[in-house]
């Protein structure tokens, strides 16, 4: 893996780690794609650290089940708003 992808998947996770952001969230403020960071995220990083990449898994995990509920108020905050 070349030097720059190791450090771009290093600052990643540690911004994940730091804020619980999103994949998409990630995606914006490292201006990469949200495949990008997923792959990164589940791909490279457990060869970079295996104890990151766990930590990373369960705030992923989190942030996909709790999806739908985000969803869910955008959609209820556009309603509410054109009324």
Same mark, same amino acid.
């Given at each position: $893996?070349? %030097? ?5 998947? #290093?600052? @990643?996770?540690?911004? @994940? =780690? &730091? ?8 995606? =914006? ?9 997923? !792959?990164? $995220?589940? %791909?490279?990083?457990?060869? #970079?650290?295996?104890? =990151?990449?766990? /930590?990373?898994?369960?705030?992923? /995990?989190?942030? !996909?089940? /709790?999806?739908? #509920?985000?969803?869910? &108020? ?5 309603? !509410? &708003? #054109?009324?």
């Amino acid at each position: $893996m070349q %030097e720059y992808i190791q450090k771009r998947v #290093l600052d @990643i996770c540690a911004h @994940i =780690l &730091e804020t619980r952001a999103t994949v998409r969230q990630a995606a =914006l403020i490292f201006q990469v794609s949200k495949s990008t960071v997923h !792959k990164d $995220m589940t %791909e490279r990083l457990p060869s #970079l650290n295996r104890q =990151l990449a766990q /930590e990373i898994k369960a705030i992923l /995990e989190y942030n !996909k089940a /709790e999806r739908h #509920l985000r969803g869910g &108020e955008a959609t209820r905050r556009k309603y !509410k &708003e #054109l009324a």
